[in-house]
């Protein structure tokens, strides 16, 4: 038999002990039952995405703290029982008063916590039942309905983009300017940035077309089939739009300007009728060197000393040759 005075410290630890599990008991229920309340509409309703994340809550944030003070409850009447005051004694009288609350606690913790796991099982139940009627298959589908039709656009506008990108330097070759092939090329240095690309579309596509319709009417699988063939036609139309960018992207970047032809001045003196002048070549070549109204005037005056008029059109072409 345990000494009094003995029994008086083990108490003394135990009484603050299940007083406080009391406590944490009554908040642990408060702050639970919200969530039980929560769970059992989201079950009455089958909402799926809700029964998931109050399940999800359940078990990595409720459960844990509430197993642990029906543990902690059967600790202190484990600690109560090991206990043995002389009869009558003021200590038995306590321990009797201490077993008795903790073990209706105990059979109220122990009645809740199997509600939970009731609970937990009927959640778990749910989204298995929900797998079988075919929700998630259809989610699935219409995931990837939504996914391939944007993915078509984007293809379209972004094979749009291309083409401007290629006028442009075509039109950049035809006129020598550099700067406008420049903004052409670096227009078509942005299709690798375009996601997804090709490949990566062949594989959302492979991974819906093995997606499981498990739970689907057969009505519904009769029309997932016919949208799985239409799908498919999207899906090589998506993959042509992206060979069209990238056979763009090649002829852009193959596109060079080519470096200007050097002048044959004596065929040019004959073509402006100017080859009786004296050194005629040699004052056209001069007067090329230099730049708007001073190489203007010199023209003008290879025209006085040679006796001709020169065309508007022939003047424009001296004053932009390069």
Not at 147 to 159: C, I
Not at 214 to 240: C, H, M, P
């Amino acid at each position: 038999m345990a000494v009094a005075t003995d029994i008086s410290q083990e108490l003394s630890k135990i009484q603050p002990a299940a007083a406080q599990l009391q406590k944490d008991a009554e908040d642990q229920k408060n702050n639970i039952q919200t969530l039980v309340n929560d769970m059992t509409k989201a079950l009455k309703d089958n909402n799926r995405p809700m029964i998931e994340r109050d399940l999800k809550t359940l078990e990595t944030l409720k459960m844990a703290p509430y197993a642990g003070l029906l543990a902690d409850t059967n600790k202190l009447l484990a600690e109560l029982k090991q206990l043995e005051p002389e009869d009558g004694s003021e200590d038995l009288k306590k321990i009797n008063a201490l077993t008795k609350s903790l073990g209706e606690l105990q059979g109220k913790l122990e009645r809740n916590f199997a509600r939970l796991k009731l609970l937990e099982d009927a959640a778990n139940k749910a989204l298995a039942q929900s797998t079988q009627d075919g929700s998630k298959a259809a989610d699935g589908w219409a995931a990837f309905e939504d996914e391939v039709n944007r993915q078509l656009q984007a293809a379209k506008t972004r094979r749009a983009a291309m083409q401007e990108a290629e006028k442009l330097a075509d039109e950049a070759v035809k006129a020598g300017d550099q700067g406008d092939l420049d903004a052409a090329k670096k227009a078509a240095d942005k299709r690798a940035t375009w996601k997804p690309n090709a490949t990566e579309v062949l594989a959302d596509w492979a991974t819906f077309y093995r997606q499981s319709t498990s739970g689907l009417s057969k009505e519904l699988q009769d029309q997932f089939t016919r949208d799985r063939a239409r799908f498919q036609k999207i899906v090589l139309q998506i993959v042509q739009l992206n060979q069209e960018m990238d056979d763009a992207v090649k002829r852009i970047k193959a596109r060079q300007i080519a470096a200007a032809k050097p002048i044959d001045f004596k065929a040019l003196a004959r073509a402006l009728k100017i080859d009786k002048l004296p050194k005629a070549d040699e004052r056209l070549k001069a007067a090329l060197k230099l730049k708007g109204s001073a190489r203007a005037k010199e023209i003008a005056e290879i025209e006085k000393d040679a006796g001709v008029k020169f065309s508007t059109k022939d003047k424009e072409t001296l004053m932009n040759a390069q």
